[in-house]
């Protein structure tokens, strides 16, 4: 066990992480998981977390705050009637499905697997942002009926795997077929909703009792953890919403690119460093 000087700059970590957090989620809609995934695997890692379990407690734990943070988000943007409820509805089924269907792979895939996910969804997710031009477009008007059913099964299950909220999936969704980024982000907070809450139970499921898991765990969920950001995370959403409406559509293009690929060259260093 780490002296106590040690734990108390962790917690004050992962306070900090909590600011940031809240203000991505606010930001751009993605809950905070894209930050938080990594602070706790060197958290955890820190305090002697079995590396076969690691991954999935990093993951299972942002997904458990995601649902506070996705929530306070969803509720500011819809206040200034940015949030597309429409199609929130129409994958009122697809996103939570997606998320079960990702709790289930995750009880059987490594942690190595988990972080190489996150690192190849990062990466392509960012490097459209960065290099976004508006020709790149799959069409005009998003799709409806069994197209978009599938596309909501895919991101709730590739975000339940990276243990983020979907903003980082559905921002790109929607831009690719030319709805703004501000409506993008602030639909956003609502699918992590959708994720967020079905993800709770179903990595509790994949962890429940697996061995290594530190105190506090229920499965591959540490409420200290959650404990500790989320009070933080919910003061601090308001801001990043404020911020997201006053800043340009590149300005948040580009600020989102560059943090997801910092993100995945984390994750890369993690496995081949």
């Known amino acids: 066990m780490p002296p106590i000087a ?21 930001i751009f809609g993605i809950g905070g998981g894209a930050i938080l995934v990594p602070v706790f695997y060197q ?5 002697d977390v079995p590396e076969a379990v690691r991954m999935h407690l ?4 942002s997904i458990a705050i995601i649902v506070p943070t996705s929530l306070r988000s969803f509720t500011a943007h819809r206040k200034r009637s940015a949030v597309d409820m ?17 709790s289930v792979i995750a009880a059987f ?10 690192v190849g969804i990062a990466l392509l997710v960012a490097l459209r942002m960065l290099f976004n031009r508006e020709t790149w477009r799959i069409g005009d008007t998003l799709p409806g009926g069994i197209s978009r059913q599938i596309a909501g099964v895919v991101i709730g299950t590739l975000s339940g795997l990276m243990g983020i909220g979907g903003g980082v999936l559905n921002n ?30 179903g990595y509790i499921w994949a962890g429940w009792g697996e061995p290594g898991l530190p105190p506090g765990s229920t499965g591959f969920i540490n409420w200290i953890a959650v404990a500790l ?15 997201a409406h006053a800043m340009s559509k590149r300005q948040l293009e580009i600020g989102f690119g560059i943090f997801l690929i910092l993100v995945a060259l984390r994750f890369l260093y993690s496995i081949y460093g």
């Not at 040690?6 to 606010?26: E, N, W």
């Open 43 to 47: 958290v955890f890692g820190y305090l």
């Open 109 to 118: 895939i490594s942690s190595v697997g988990l972080r190489l996910v996150f």
């Open 86 to 102: 429409d199609l929130l509805k129409s994958w009122i089924v697809a996103l939570p499905l997606g998320a079960i269907l990702a």
């Open 229 to 243: 950001i989320v009070p933080i995370a919910l003061v601090v959403t308001p801001w990043g919403v404020r911020l």
């Open 172 to 201: 790109t969704y929607m831009t690719s077929f030319g709805r703004p980024i501000h409506q993008a982000v602030a639909t956003s907070s609502g699918v992590g909703v959708l994720i967020s809450i079905p993800g709770i139970f």
């Open 6 to 26: 040690d734990l108390a700059l962790f917690a004050l970590a992962l306070a900090a992480a909590g600011v940031v957090s809240g203000l991505l989620a606010g």
């Open 58 to 61: 990093s993951v299972g734990t």
